[in-house]
């Protein structure tokens, strides 16, 4: 039972590059997002979808791009990585919307990427 | 704008202890209210989800509470114990939105 798994762990990019974070969940969810986590801030939406071929903008959406081909797969690309990109990123899923259902969301362990 | 606020952002309890961490918001318009649990370098664990028409959910030693006119949720932790050390952050749905706050972190020691 995989749950929601996030690949990789860890990376590093110098600015300017570009990279996908690999989110799959093996639960049947409907519903997934990417939140960013950075200290005294909480976490933030980046982006988030319904179902497959539905994405749409979260909080803080610029310099990131989603795209959702499968109800399994949610990978986040970032375009041309930045300083300010730095960050904790987490993918989570739930069954009928984390935004307004009343289902929980289950989280992946995270990726924790630096840019330099 | 909508905001979630905890305080403390940490609490040192010994173990045995019954405590409670808090949780503000801003909108008394909440669809449902989420307690989460972070160990360091993991993601969250979902602990308990409390709808807008529930007063409080438990779960063994966790109970969670919804009080939408005063706009709080308070997580009571029964007999607290070492690995219950962690951060506890809770997240408010509110017109469509989910909103995190930024956590209590947890220490109980021996």
């Known amino acids: 039972n995989a749950g929601v798994t996030q690949t990789p762990k860890f990376q590093v990019l110098k600015t300017g590059q570009s990279m996908t974070l690999q989110c799959a969940q093996d639960m049947n969810h409907e519903y997934m997002s990417w939140y960013r986590q950075d200290p005294g801030m909480g976490l933030r939406l980046i982006h988030y979808s319904v179902g497959a071929g539905i994405t749409d903008q979260g909080e803080v959406p610029n310099g990131y791009n989603v795209s959702r081909s499968t109800t399994e797969d949610f990978p986040l690309r970032l375009l041309s990585a930045a300083p300010s990109q730095t960050s904790v990123y987490f993918c989570a899923s739930s069954t009928t919307g984390g935004i307004g259902g009343n289902s929980p969301l289950h989280f992946g362990n995270g990726t924790r990427l630096t840019v330099t | 704008k909508q905001e979630v606020t905890q305080i403390p952002a940490a609490l040192s309890v010994p173990e045995g202890e019954n405590l409670v961490l808090n949780c503000s918001f801003t909108d008394s318009a909440i669809y449902n209210l989420q307690w989460f649990r972070q160990d360091p370098g993991k993601g969250l664990t979902s602990l308990l989800l409390?709808?807008?028409?529930?007063r409080e959910q438990t779960s063994g030693r966790l109970n969670a509470s919804l009080d939408k006119s005063s706009g709080r949720s308070t997580l009571y932790i029964a007999a607290s114990q070492p690995g219950d050390s962690a951060t506890y952050l809770c997240a408010a749905t509110i017109s469509g939105k989910l909103t995190f706050g930024t956590g209590t972190r947890l220490q109980v020691t021996l």
């Open positions: 409390i709808q807008s028409s529930q």
